[in-house]
């Protein structure tokens, strides 16, 4: 499990990173053309195309992220289904996650140990302060093999 998370966390923020500029690129390039009363056309159009060429990567790396995080959700949802079968609305990407039982919704978040086990925290989300350490549970994340 820490091995996907490592893996996927870089391609996340390139992700991230590519979205946000090319996003902004051509946001800047619509509101320059709009304040110049249309008259800066081609540059305009060449600030666009940039902000496109920059948004590309960034769906790429996005594809490349969820590859990744489906293999963290498939490692994570059978240990949540096990321990709360009536769980709905799930949501687990990187190292944390949601999900909701019985209208409660419950934070996860991993965590590895010093003994280098790997645990899954599930808490309430909204807690008020008198009974915040007793709605707490730690789930262990079976050990795989591999195999090849």
């Known amino acids: 499990m820490e091995q996907l998370i490592n893996t996927a ?22 509101v320059i053309f709009i304040i110049s009363d249309m008259t800066t056309g081609k540059e305009s159009l060449i600030m666009f195309i940039l902000g496109v ?22 490692i994570v949802k059978p240990i949540i289904s096990e321990n709360y079968p009536d769980a709905t609305d799930f ?16 934070k996860i978040q991993y965590k590895k140990t010093v003994k280098n086990e ?5 808490s309430v989300k909204k807690q008020s302060d008198d009974n915040k350490d007793k709605q707490i549970k730690t789930l262990n ?5 591999n195999d090849n």
Do not use: V
């Not at 790997?118 to 599930?122: A, D, F, V």
């Open 53 to 74: 060429l920059l948004f590309i990567p960034g769906l790429h790396f996005g594809n490349i992220f969820d590859k990744y995080n489906e293999q963290m959700t498939a």
């Open 9 to 30: 966390t870089p391609y996340y923020y390139a992700m991230l990173g590519f979205c946000i500029f090319g996003i902004a690129i051509i946001c800047t390039s619509i």
């Open 91 to 106: 949501y687990y990407g990187l190292d944390t996650g949601h999900f909701t039982t019985n209208d409660i919704e419950y």
């Open 141 to 145: 994340i079976p050990k795989t093999t």
């Open 118 to 122: 790997e645990k899954l925290i599930i």
